[in-house]
């Protein structure tokens, strides 16, 4: 929830050399901080106008399966077909779970080095 703070990205945002701007948010409707105001992620009204929203999906079994064969394939490690399904299990139950994955992943082939 932004209020000030969004008048000072809403000017950077508006210059010649405006930056990328990337926000990650689960909000949903809500009050903008400081008003009784409800807006998407709880972002003012006249910033939200210069925002380009891209709603982000849960990925599937199917696809964290893929992810972690690519991720052995690039880092050179290999795991057998019960630590997959336990990862990928894992990484359904939890958010953020690809991440811990992929730390562990990182992890395991920088001790074998």
């Given at each position: 929830?932004?209020?000030?703070?969004?008048?000072?990205?809403?000017?950077?945002?508006?210059?010649e050399?405006?930056?990328?701007?990337v926000?990650?948010?689960?909000?949903?409707?809500?009050?903008?901080?400081?008003?009784?105001y409800?807006?998407?992620?709880?972002?003012?009204?006249?910033?939200?106008d210069?925002?380009?929203i891209?709603?982000?999906?849960?990925?599937?079994e199917?696809?964290?399966?893929?992810?972690?064969?690519?991720?052995?394939?690039?880092?050179?490690v290999?795991?057998?077909?019960?630590?997959?399904?336990?990862?990928?299990?894992?990484?359904?139950?939890t958010?953020?779970?690809?991440?811990?994955?992929e730390?562990?992943?990182l992890?395991?082939?920088?001790?074998?080095t």
């Amino acid at each position: 929830m932004l209020d000030i703070e969004c008048f000072f990205l809403n000017c950077a945002l508006e210059t010649e050399m405006a930056p990328i701007l990337v926000i990650a948010t689960n909000w949903g409707i809500t009050n903008v901080r400081g008003t009784n105001y409800r807006t998407p992620h709880g972002i003012p009204a006249d910033f939200l106008d210069c925002l380009l929203i891209i709603p982000a999906q849960p990925y599937t079994e199917d696809e964290i399966c893929k992810i972690l064969d690519i991720r052995c394939e690039e880092e050179d490690v290999e795991m057998s077909m019960s630590a997959k399904v336990s990862l990928t299990k894992i990484a359904v139950e939890t958010s953020r779970g690809l991440d811990r994955l992929e730390g562990g992943l990182l992890w395991n082939q920088m001790k074998k080095t």
